[in-house]
């Protein structure tokens, strides 16, 4: 990019245009996955939606490739464009409670830790993810799901209205009475439409709930499997779990003994009477007593922080993902041979519930395309060292090409990698994928916004 653009930037934007040749652009285009290294022309640090139209006006004026990051926590690194320019949203970082409506707006820069913060003062939240540092603005756009799921739906059943500066420069709300066509297509399309610069949410009374870690073996992934696949999907809405494959890490709450080891296990929240939580658990004995069996009451933003430790920014990430209505037997056997063979001692499974209230909307209600998926999986291999890339990424392909038969055949949106091709996306998509390029086609019909999991506008 030619420095006089880059002056004529921060001339006339409040937020901070960053260079190649400026100090701290390493710094700047860092994100949270180290295996990703692109190198974008400028990043732009926008303050307020004004910032946003103006450094989408210098983007379109000078036909340059475009990026936007909010929490910097895509897997595929899609915050960045080489050559291009990424509109960093992260100085648009607050949330605003309404206790009385029960509703916080959010600005996109914020994160899940920073919505849960503000929230928890009032007794609220809203169901969104399980890692504090997790931007709020990728996990909605893609539906966005998390401990609260099964009790509340998903992020995007929460959504009231999104304020978007357009691929035209404008700026609108969108909601069920304003571009109720866009607003729609907000709700699972991902960042397809436009630039959204605050979020408005739904709260729920959650304060203090029940957590649960329990841990068998990895060798009684079947037997395991074979039990929460019926238990699950019939418990209370109250009573979450999400099944994981992993290695224990060294310390609490895991006693010295099982350190190291591999094991498949389940991480619980229950969000009913607390004076109820650990009867309703004494389930976990059915298959099989667990080696390591946890369970305290815990304010909600401390559950949603238990991982941020265990994978903070700047590791080696890979992951691939798949929905799922089913744990056939077969599937079992895949689960276990991979559990087996954990590449590093941070690589993991996750199936996560997205049944209960999640399956109360109908399937066209929004654009999440898989109103009757029960786990939505996740394989992820991770690792600090980058000699070990090669590694987690084979495991990974490796897993969801064996497991892949038994899903459903889309993913989450936020789970998928780069480069899984157009027929993946319009997989991921499923059935919404026509009506959402007719969407594309009225607020971006030249695909200014495609670093995404890109829908091609409507001819």
Request: glycine share 12%; aromatic share 10%; charged share 20%.
């Amino acid at each position: 990019m030619e420095s006089a653009i880059l002056d004529l930037m921060r001339a006339e934007l409040r937020g901070p245009v960053i260079g190649p040749h400026d100090p701290d652009y390493t710094e700047a285009r860092k994100v949270y996955n180290a295996m990703i290294d692109k190198r974008p022309a400028a990043l732009i640090e926008c303050r307020d939606a004004g910032d946003v139209m103006a450094a989408l006006a210098f983007i379109r004026d000078n036909g340059l490739e475009l990026a936007v990051r909010g929490g910097g926590h895509s897997g595929p690194g899609l915050c960045l464009v080489d050559g291009g320019v990424t509109i960093d949203l992260a100085p648009m970082r607050w949330v605003h409670v309404d206790p009385d409506a029960r509703t916080a707006q959010v600005g996109a820069g914020s994160r899940l830790g920073d919505l849960d913060h503000a929230t928890h003062a009032f007794g609220l939240a809203t169901p969104a993810g399980i890692v504090s540092m997790t931007g709020v603005g990728g996990l909605t756009l893609g539906g966005g799901h998390g401990y609260l799921t099964r009790k509340y739906g998903l992020t995007v059943d929460n959504l009231l209205a999104a304020d978007v500066v357009l691929a035209d420069g404008s700026y609108i709300t969108a909601s069920e009475t304003e571009h109720p066509d866009l607003f729609w297509a907000l709700r699972g399309g991902g960042g397809n439409f436009g630039v959204v610069t605050s979020f408005t949410y739904q709260l729920h009374p959650v304060d203090t709930v029940g957590v649960g870690i329990t841990v068998w073996p990895v060798e009684k992934t079947r037997d395991v499997l074979a039990w929460y696949r019926e238990y699950l999907p019939q418990a209370p809405e109250d009573v979450y779990g999400f099944f994981m494959l992993l290695t224990i890490p060294p310390g609490p709450p895991f006693p010295e003994e099982l350190h190291g080891k591999k094991m498949c296990g389940i991480v619980w929240c229950h969000t009913g009477d607390l004076d109820g939580f650990e009867e309703d658990l004494t389930v976990v004995d059915e298959p099989g007593t667990p080696d390591f069996h946890f369970t305290a009451p815990m304010p909600y933003p401390i559950l949603q922080s238990l991982f941020d430790e265990l994978i903070p920014t700047g590791y080696q990430w890979y992951w691939r993902g798949d929905f799922f209505d089913r744990i056939p037997d077969p599937a079992m056997g895949v689960h276990l041979e991979y559990g087996e063979k954990l590449p590093t001692p941070l690589s993991l499974m996750h199936l996560y519930p997205v049944d209960a209230a999640a399956h109360r909307p109908g399937p066209d209600d929004t654009a999440w395309s898989y109103r009757d998926a029960v786990w939505s999986g996740v394989f992820a291999g991770i690792d600090p060292d980058p000699a070990n890339a090669g590694a987690i990424k084979e495991w990974c392909v490796d897993y969801w090409r064996d497991i892949h038969p038994y899903s459903m055949g889309g993913s989450y949106v936020n789970f998928m990698g780069e480069g899984e091709g157009q027929e993946r996306v319009r997989a991921t998509y499923g059935d919404h994928y026509d009506r959402l390029a007719q969407v594309k086609r009225t607020y971006d019909p030249y695909n200014l916004f495609h670093a995404n999991q890109n829908i091609d506008p409507a001819p």
